[in-house]
């Protein structure tokens, strides 16, 4: 198989993960907004696509796991299951590792390549924002299933920056993002497909929220710093003002079987 090139690099999401980062929102005004319950249901909703009985204990291993927010959370919604995680970065590796310490979660993380690592096999697989960031997506969903036992399920998400408004946005006030995502694959259907490639049965696609503006990886001068205020106002606005997923979806999932 021919290994996937990545849009990316451990050099650039190390240098993400340590520098400052800006001021977000606070806690409970994030925890008061649509879209944090929207995504905390999908991610439920996620977490129990395995079928088991509502209480099982799951095995569940998170691909690009830095900084570690995501496997905090996903560990807020259902403590009882088993949580491991696999980066290539080292410093966010570092990140999570302290993240997770400091909120007493006993997760198992991994330094590693997704594509090359050799790890235990679990009952689910998961990954939020990580296939975009390769040319070849259902090489990577096909390395998700690698580490799955029979039976047991893939589960990833995809932002959407595909709708004509956002790019445009994206190409005056944040080109690095446009070039390290992987728009081809942010529609059901091209998600459907990578996963159907990548030998996963059962396959599901959905969307999920309201139209969001990235804003983590804007120019670093005064438009990168006015789009940034911009993206946030508009983010918080939709999420009180706009329909769920107009004029675009925020998320695209998938999940399928690794039917052994």
């Given at each position: 198989m021919t290994k996937s090139t990545e849009l990316t690099s451990t050099e650039s999401w190390d240098q993400l993960w340590t520098q400052p980062q800006p001021s977000r929102m606070t806690g409970q005004v994030k925890q008061r907004l649509r879209a944090t319950r929207t995504w905390h249901q999908l991610l439920s909703d996620l977490l129990d696509s395995t079928g088991r009985a509502p209480g099982q204990p799951v095995d569940v291993l998170e691909l690009g796991c830095a900084p570690g927010s995501m496997l905090m959370l996903l560990h807020q919604l259902r403590p009882n299951h088993t949580y491991h995680g696999i980066d290539f970065a080292p410093e966010g590796l570092k990140t999570a590792r302290r993240l997770l310490a400091a909120g007493g979660i006993p997760a198992t993380l991994h330094l590693g390549d997704v594509r090359t690592a050799e790890l235990p096999p679990v009952d689910l697989v998961v990954s939020?924002?990580?296939?975009?960031?390769?040319?070849?997506?259902?090489?990577?969903?096909?390395h998700h299933r690698?580490?799955?036992?029979p039976g047991g399920?893939?589960?990833?998400?995809?932002?959407?920056?595909?709708?004509?408004?956002?790019?445009?946005?994206l190409r005056r006030f944040s080109p690095d993002t446009l070039a390290t995502h992987n728009l081809r694959v942010m529609s059901e259907e091209s998600l459907r497909a990578a996963c159907a490639t990548a030998g996963l049965v059962d396959i599901r696609t959905g969307v999920s929220g309201g139209p969001t503006m990235p804003n983590s990886r804007v120019r670093r001068d005064l438009s990168g710093t006015s789009?940034?205020?911009?993206?946030?106002?508009?983010?918080?606005?939709?999420?009180?003002?706009?329909?769920?997923?107009?004029?675009?979806?925020?998320?695209?999932?998938?999940?399928?079987?690794?039917?052994g």
């Open positions: 939020f924002g990580l296939v975009e960031h390769f040319d070849d997506p259902a090489e990577i969903v096909t690698r580490f799955l036992r399920v893939v589960a990833v998400t995809v932002p959407n920056y595909s709708h004509p408004a956002l790019v445009a946005l789009y940034r205020l911009a993206a946030r106002t508009w983010n918080v606005c939709s999420d009180l003002l706009l329909p769920q997923g107009w004029p675009w979806p925020a998320t695209i999932w998938a999940t399928g079987v690794h039917a």
